[in-house]
């Protein structure tokens, strides 16, 4: 039996033997959206384990069952980079919720995250695929500080001017914060090339999982992306937290005056389309995200 560089039997290592699933979420095709890490009974693995597989699998996130009850539908969750634990994945969520509904039929699902309990419906349409909209947690959304501002835009290599100024810079939280920044223009936002060190400082230092760079098409349809090197990812290819986080960030602002559903999209300049339904209501907290998953491989 062979063993690794240092000596260690690979059995041995944290994490070996388990052979997660592989989904893409919000894409119909498993050469688009963003890839996630599955495994459904992780019941015997700790956290330092739960991370060398994470590490192992190397996608933005991968998501652990650590506890099911097939019968309530109710699933104990938790999610992490290649990195670190997370609180909250939307993209890992939603292909979660696919994969359980093609094994337990459609239907509602209840997931414990450590960021609270979601809700997610899962549906099949018309074409066959599972659909799967998961309701976040409460959202919020405030102000970005000057300090924040500065230093984000010093690391991403942007100016005051890049912004867009009917969209301020704010930081949302839909389970987890995000800063978000418009950009002024599409040609801004495809020219992305950041400080990976200098932007890892700036999101650790206030505790950000993604920096949301949008640009608004039209008040229903957006497009982002999100560098995420805090997971040790340059970028996102699809990010459901983000997204839920927006959500609150367009009540907050008044943007969104009656129920709406939004599309972003995101992943296409870095060749993983990805395209996410989000439903906001001027008088709920919550946002609706919405998409679908396939296997890859």
Wanted: glycine share 10%; aromatic share 6%.
């Amino acid at each position: 039996m062979t063993s690794d560089a240092s000596g260690a039997n690979p059995v041995d290592q944290p994490g070996a033997g388990v052979e997660p699933l592989r989904y893409s979420a919000f894409t119909h095709d498993p050469a688009g959206g963003n890839p996630a890490g599955i495994v459904l009974d992780a019941s015997g693995l700790d956290a330092a384990a739960m991370l060398a597989v994470a590490a192992r699998i190397g996608y933005s996130e991968t998501a652990f069952v650590t506890g099911r009850d097939d019968a309530a539908r109710r699933f104990k969750v938790r999610y992490f980079s290649p990195l670190d634990e997370v609180a909250f994945c939307g993209h890992a969520t939603i292909a979660l919720a696919v994969a359980l509904a093609e094994r337990l039929g459609p239907g509602e699902l209840v997931l414990d995250t450590p960021a609270g309990e979601i809700a997610v419906a899962t549906g099949v349409d018309d074409g066959g695929a599972v659909l799967a909209t998961l309701t976040s947690v409460p959202a919020r959304s405030r102000p970005a500080s000057d300090a924040e501002l500065d230093a984000t835009l010093k690391a991403l290599g942007w100016s005051a001017d890049d912004l867009d100024p009917a969209l301020p810079p704010h930081v949302a939280f839909a389970g987890n914060d995000h800063l978000v920044l418009a950009a002024a223009s599409r040609a801004r936002l495809a020219d992305l090339d950041y400080d990976f060190d200098g932007l890892t400082e700036v999101m650790r230092r206030h505790a950000w999982t993604t920096v949301h760079l949008v640009w608004r098409e039209s008040p229903e349809h957006f497009h982002a992306r999100d560098p995420f090197p805090v997971g040790g990812v340059v970028e996102d290819p699809a990010t459901g937290a983000a997204a839920a986080a927006f959500g609150g960030y367009l009540r907050a602002l008044g943007l969104v005056t009656a129920p709406a559903r939004i599309t972003i999209r995101q992943g296409e300049d870095m060749g993983r389309p990805s395209d996410l339904l989000i439903d906001v209501d001027p008088e709920s907290e919550r946002t609706r995200v919405t998409g679908q998953a396939v296997p890859i491989g």
